[in-house]
């Protein structure tokens, strides 16, 4: 028999009264499950995330120790900086003595249900040492499979503590390999997808911009374990950052092989100066998990985003015709009760007046005046903003107007008025972008400006139901005139505190009024923002080949109800690229569709053929496309030349399914997809709709089972660049009863 060494006997009982001792604290969704382990005045380390665990008991198995130290490096759920933890903290501090290090461990934790959806979990740390607590809140949403994870930051030290760094979220993985999928891009190029895998070092996603902070890149992305990202097989996380200012993304591989995933505001230049006693919240990081690939990832964000991440996300949403491209800034009443007139015949449900319509003193007669001053341009509309209001009604249409009030010219009555309104660096110059300049959110009078212009534009006319904010660039030369000298580095954060609080008093008295989310595109393409806003203009890129990537990239995250897609002219005003109609028509049916065009370039067979469009549009595709699923059959990433995807109903009695080919493929090959979503048991019908003069689909109206379509799949005849098709299934009984 082999004898136990008494050190070794102490050290084993030593961890078992550990372990005993610990408390396994499980953040449960219907289908997944995050697991902590936390220590009486210990540790709280993060143990697993994954799907959900049967059983009760979930035992705590420590970690191999850290050489040199033996400390046990089961990562901890929210690492500070201080003691022996080298990746990026999601906290660093400087306390009121100037001491650098934070130590937090376990001080309790509650956990309220808040509704039959939605239970909190709040993990209560505390630093060792100082009078520092930090709440670490999950709300898990049962149904969707997704988290969102946020922190609250006080302190009762004697004298202010200055935040350096605070992050909304860290979580930590181990796997074989990590492969990210993010996105990048710029204006009318946003959201283009990339896929790396990590290797040891530091990643990071990055925006120092305050304002059309994702242009260029998104604070969301998608991580599979052991291999590439995979549509439906293998285990994939994902986050997005619900803030729409400047943040930052830390993906860190260490020599352990463990990857920490640090996210949230970006600490760039924004050092907080926090009080005694006072609060300091993070943005939500809305975090979800997949044991079968990126198609229900994106399925569990969509479902959470229509009922919780958007406004009226389980409302229809309307056919728009956008007035920018087809009059830009040059027009007067009957242009646009002409536009008015032939899209309500069309059966375009509402109009919106974009930019143009405001200022006498400095008529908007282009970017370079009048913003700022929101009153009706007299000259261009002199019956005023009601008349034309009053017109789409009587066509039995609703109307919607632009609006970009976070920005003002130099040449308007409000830049000379207020100048310390202007976001400036003290006495150095301040930088003009598009003509324009940035209005301080920072300062309460500001925001009250901004709240009174949206309700002074909407009272021009009871017939106002959509707004288009717009906000068309990004700070630079930093500074504010409201905020103290020494609290200049709070402008990044307080900025957008300023816009979320008016966002708040909008939305209070304005419930039922559609707001598109805009920013020179999609400049501002987050669950922050989104929140309070009906849909977001993907990007001023409208050419329908660019829009098949952007908008499978942005779909793999935010729903297409949310996904503002047009129809515009041919050559298209942003690329000059010539396109068939019908091919226009295909890919902007993919999201909420409307038209971004002149309605009196359609005339003939082309006319014709938008009413029948539109028409299958309401009639059938929008209901499956805003609150059906989302399956994609073939990315357009994938080097093939076809791009597919197909939207189901929640109850599998319809689906609708686009496929677009890209480039040339040659007479010997074809398209042929497997579909995904259907009910293998049931019996549809498929026929072709939204039909071009040429059939796409050779089989014509046929019937068979979901199995049969999701075995041996469709045959489509789509081999010239611009051809596309839309396939109509619907159930019809069921095989077993025939």
Same mark, same amino acid.
């Given at each position: ?476 030369? =930093? !500074?504010?005139? *409201?905020?103290? +000298? ?9 900025? $957008? /505190?300023? &816009? ?102 359609? =005339? !003939?067979?082309? *006319?014709?053929? +938008? ?9 059938? $595709? /929008?209901? &499956? ?114």
């Amino acid at each position: 028999m082999k004898q136990i060494r008494p050190i070794a006997f102490i050290a084993a009982l030593f961890l078992s009264l550990l372990c005993q001792a610990q408390e396994m604290i499980r953040i449960s969704t219907s289908d997944h499950e995050m697991v902590m382990a936390a220590f009486n005045d210990g540790p709280v380390h993060f143990v697993y995330w994954g799907e959900k665990v049967q059983g009760d008991a979930f035992p705590f198995q420590p970690g191999k120790n850290q050489p040199d130290t033996q400390d046990d490096i089961t990562p901890r759920i929210y690492p500070s900086y201080g003691g022996r933890h080298y990746l990026t903290p999601a906290l660093r501090l400087t306390h009121s003595d100037g001491v650098l290090t934070t130590d937090l461990v376990y001080a309790g934790h509650t956990v309220n249900v808040l509704d039959e959806n939605r239970k909190e979990t709040v993990i209560s740390l505390k630093d060792r040492i100082y009078p520092v607590t930090v709440s670490v809140r999950y709300l898990a949403y049962q149904k969707e499979n997704v988290v969102a994870q946020s922190v609250t930051l006080s302190h009762s030290e004697p004298s202010p503590v200055v935040v350096e760094s605070v992050a909304s979220s860290f979580i930590p993985f181990h796997a074989d390999s990590y492969w990210l999928t993010h996105f990048n891009g710029t204006w009318a190029y946003e959201m283009q997808l990339e896929e790396e895998r990590l290797t040891h070092g530091q990643k990071v996603i990055e925006s120092k911009k305050g304002v059309r902070a994702t242009q260029s890149e998104n604070p969301s992305f998608i991580l599979s374990l052991d291999g590439p990202l995979a549509e439906d097989s293998g285990e994939v996380y994902a986050g997005a950052l619900a803030w729409s200012g400047n943040y930052r993304l830390v993906f860190e591989l260490d020599e352990t092989g463990h990857l920490g995933v640090t996210s949230g505001i970006n600490p760039f230049a924004s050092e907080l100066i926090l009080e005694p006693g006072k609060c300091l919240e993070t943005p939500q990081m809305i975090l979800s998990y997949s044991p079968s690939g990126a198609g229900q990832l994106s399925r569990n964000m969509h479902d959470w985003a229509r009922r919780y991440g958007m406004t009226h996300g389980d409302m229809l949403h309307p056919v728009l015709l956008n007035s920018w491209e087809g009059a830009y800034f040059t027009f007067d009443e009957k242009t646009i009760t002409d536009m008015i007139d032939k899209a309500a015949s069309a059966g375009v449900e509402m109009f919106v007046l974009d930019d143009g319509w405001f200022g006498n003193r400095h008529p908007r007669n282009g970017d370079n005046a009048g913003l700022g001053d929101w009153q009706v341009n007299r000259k261009k509309l002199p019956h005023g903003i009601d008349h034309l209001a009053d017109h789409a009604v009587s066509k039995g249409m609703k109307f919607g107007i632009w609006i970009e009030p976070e920005m003002v010219n130099p040449d308007s009555d409000l830049a000379h008025k207020h100048p310390e309104w202007i976001v400036r660096s003290g006495e150095r110059e301040v930088l003009t972008m598009r003509n324009q300049w940035l209005l301080d959110l920072t300062n309460p009078e500001v925001q009250d400006f901004i709240v009174k212009t949206f309700d002074e534009v909407l009272g021009q006319s009871d017939n106002i139901s959509y707004v288009k904010w717009d906000a068309n660039r990004h700070v630079d030369n =930093v !500074g504010s005139t *409201y905020l103290p +000298a020494d609290r200049q580095s709070h402008f990044w954060y307080e900025y $957008v /505190r300023g &816009l979320y609080d008016v966002y708040e008093r909008i939305r209070a008295k304005h419930p039922d009024i559609m707001i598109q989310l805009c920013s020179s595109g999609g400049g501002r393409l987050d669950y922050g923002a989104l929140k309070y806003h009906d849909e977001f203009w993907a990007s001023d890129n409208t050419n329908a080949l660019d829009r098949i990537y952007i908008q499978h990239s942005t779909n793999l995250l935010f729903p297409a109800i949310a996904t503002g897609s047009h129809v515009s002219t041919s050559p298209n005003h942003q690329t000059g690229m010539l396109i068939p109609l019908k091919f226009r028509f295909d890919v902007a049916m993919g999201g909420r569709l409307g038209l971004e065009l002149q309605p009196s370039s359609l =005339v !003939g067979e082309e *006319y014709d053929f +938008a009413c029948k469009a539109i028409t299958v549009y309401k009639d059938f $595709v /929008r209901p &499956l496309v805003q609150l059906g699923d989302l399956y994609r059959l073939e990315s357009p990433y994938s080097g093939t030349g076809w791009s597919s995807h197909m939207h189901v109903a929640k109850d599998k009695s319809e689906a609708v399914m686009f496929a677009y080919c890209m480039k040339y493929n040659g007479r010997t090959t074809y398209f042929s997809t497997r579909l995904k979503g259907l009910e293998p048991e049931s019996v549809y019908k498929v026929e072709e709709i939204n039909e071009g003069s040429v059939p796409a689909f050779p089989a014509g109206t046929m019937t068979c089972t979901g199995d049969y379509l999701m075995k041996v799949g469709l045959q489509l005849r789509i081999n010239k660049p611009f051809s596309s098709c839309i396939l109509k299934f619907s159930k019809i009984q069921c095989s077993d009863s025939q």
